[in-house]
């Protein structure tokens, strides 16, 4: 039996319809949890947004509907931003992933950081880790947005690791 703590996070489950934009070991990874609410437009039960904030060792988030999910980190205030840390997983089902990765100003209007996409292959390709070296110097949000795969409107989209380092 495996146990583990839930990270507990300020959430809000938004329709992805009326999303609007807004303005060593641990590396600097900040505590998410005690500095942002998060935005998902939605989550499956037993995969909650809060476990890809827990360094990773939980089941991960899973969106509860297909296609294109947005996921908001939005901070308590502005934060100076050095990396960004993404791992997706995908054990089962061949698909070709795209992502995108954006930053919010305090002023408002977010800008792209990178758009990739994957392959997964259950023979092969089953994980997917992105780390970005960043120099944003106030971030009041980030947003990731996932299209889970670029051919089939009926995938779902998942993510098991974001973390977000700061900078002095």
């Known amino acids: ?25 641990n590396a600097g990874w900040l505590n998410l949890s005690e ?5 998902v437009t939605s989550e499956q039960e037993g995969f909650p947004i809060e476990a ?23 901070f308590d205030g502005p934060v100076a931003v050095s990396r960004i840390r993404l791992r997706f997983e995908e054990p089962n089902l061949g698909r070709t992933q795209e992502f995108t990765l954006s930053w919010c100003p305090p002023s408002g209007g977010c800008h792209e950081i990178v758009r990739q996409q994957w392959n997964f292959s259950p023979a092969g390709s089953t994980t997917e880790i992105e780390d970005y070296a960043v120099e944003l110097d106030a971030a009041a949000a980030l947003e990731l947005k996932i299209q889970p795969d670029i051919a089939r409107k009926d995938a779902i989209a998942t993510l098991a690791l974001w973390q977000v380092a700061g900078r002095a």
């Open 52 to 74: 890809v904030f827990d360094g990773g060792g939980g089941s991960g988030w899973r969106a509860s509907q297909a296609g294109e999910q947005l996921i908001r980190i939005i």
């Open 1 to 25: 039996m495996i146990c583990r703590t839930i990270v507990h996070m300020r959430k809000r489950i938004v329709d992805s319809g009326a999303v609007q934009t807004i303005g060593g070991q």
């Open 35 to 39: 500095m942002a609410t998060v935005e």
